[in-house]
């Protein structure tokens, strides 16, 4: 293959795979709009709250650790990496914990969830991702997502609460299985990074930081600030659609070490999209996911049609800082100083207050990171 030919390929190279995550991330769209369909808003309120708290506690169990072993396997530093597997599945034990403590609900209602922790610890989706064999992740996404629709459909047709609340865990548990086998699976030899790419300490504590960001926060203010608000978390589960993808995207990218201009278009122009949509047909989306939307869940997804994009931005410094040095203590940073200012702030009733109010705060977080690019670009420039 000539050269021009090379680069067009790899240009083109995310297109397929950013197709294969979009149409595993319309899996969850369509188990929403099953179950959204099928019950009553209070029953799936409860749900999605819930499963937003375990969420938290996925991202806790991963502990921003996904990067960084992707790192260690590039550089064959397998025993580090086990090491981290086996941390990872001690938090998970504890986050578990706390989530039953933290809920009211009997624990023979959503039981199923607390699968979900255990099932992040160990899945070795990693492995793959290191050997950019992304076409393996992609048929574990679909293969995760069909488990998922084959319980929604049984709870939608059985009218089955339990079945409801081990929608989840089925793509968990599923994802966990299929990734185990394509780990194991013998792959084509693929060139380790060398020696000296393993990452530092303080690179190590950047990545943590970072990715811990980026996975809190998706959930982080609905927890903290919703107060079991249905319309909100209802809202959110469209929301978490964007995050999804998102989350896909920003790993492939992290993984093939892309960057300049096709980074951005891959990250930015979906959640453009979709804030576009948001902004100018709010009703007809929520008409769609759910049976019955109330005026206020419609309030809410216009009111944070700019979440989206907001994320994207994030995502996208996020990936430029989170393996810089000068940035190691940056990204533990913003996470203690959103925390603390969400337990410090009043209560929020309204639920598009709180959309609105995430917004400002994932601004202010862009604000904030991209100050920074500034600034130590400008120092690199002039030392």
């Not at 030899?189 to 300490?201: E, N």
Request: net charge positive; hydrophobic share 60%.
């Amino acid at each position: 293959m000539d050269k021009p030919r090379q680069t067009l390929s790899h240009s083109l190279y995310p297109l397929w795979l950013v197709s294969a995550n979009l149409i595993a991330r319309l899996g969850g769209m369509i188990i929403l709009v099953l179950i959204g369909h099928a019950f009553a808003s209070n029953m799936l309120g409860t749900y999605f709250s819930i499963l937003a708290l375990v969420g938290l506690a996925v991202t806790a169990t991963q502990a921003g650790s996904g990067p960084l072993l992707i790192r260690f396997a590039q550089s064959n530093q397998y025993r580090f990496a086990l090491g981290i597997v086996i941390i990872r599945f001690l938090i998970a034990v504890i986050t578990t914990a706390i989530v039953m403590i933290s809920t009211n609900q009997p624990l023979a209602t959503y039981w199923p969830l607390i699968l979900m922790p255990m099932a992040a610890a160990l899945s070795p989706d990693w492995m793959i991702a290191a050997r950019t064999e992304f076409s393996r992740l992609g048929a574990i996404a679909v293969l995760a997502q069909l488990a998922g629709i084959s319980m929604a459909i049984w709870a939608v047709m059985f009218d089955h609460a339990i079945a409801l609340f081990a929608i989840a865990p089925s793509i968990s548990i599923a994802g966990l299985i299929a990734s185990t086998v394509l780990a194991v699976i013998p792959s084509k030899p693929h060139p380790a990074f060398p020696p000296d790419h393993t990452p530092s300490r303080s690179t190590t504590f950047g990545l943590i930081g970072f990715t811990l960001l980026a996975g809190c926060l998706p959930n982080l203010d609905f927890v903290l600030l919703g107060q079991d608000n249905h319309a909100l978390f209802m809202a959110q589960r469209v929301f978490l659609f964007c995050a999804g993808l998102l989350a896909a995207i920003a790993s492939t990218l992290f993984a093939k070490r892309q960057s300049g201009t096709l980074r951005d278009v891959w990250l930015l122009f979906p959640m453009a999209t979709i804030t576009l949509v948001l902004m100018g047909a709010p009703d007809q989306v929520a008409m769609l996911i759910y049976a019955a939307p109330s005026p206020e869940l419609v309030a809410v997804l216009q009111h944070g049609a700019l979440w989206p994009l907001l994320l994207a931005l994030l995502t996208r410094q996020i990936l430029t800082l989170q393996e810089m040095q000068t940035a190691a203590w940056l990204g533990w940073a913003c996470l203690v100083v959103l925390i603390a200012t969400a337990l410090l702030k009043s209560p929020i009733t309204a639920a598009t207050d709180v959309i609105v109010f995430a917004q400002y705060r994932l601004g202010l977080l862009v604000v904030v990171l991209v100050a920074w690019s500034a600034i130590t670009s400008k120092r690199r420039v002039s030392a």
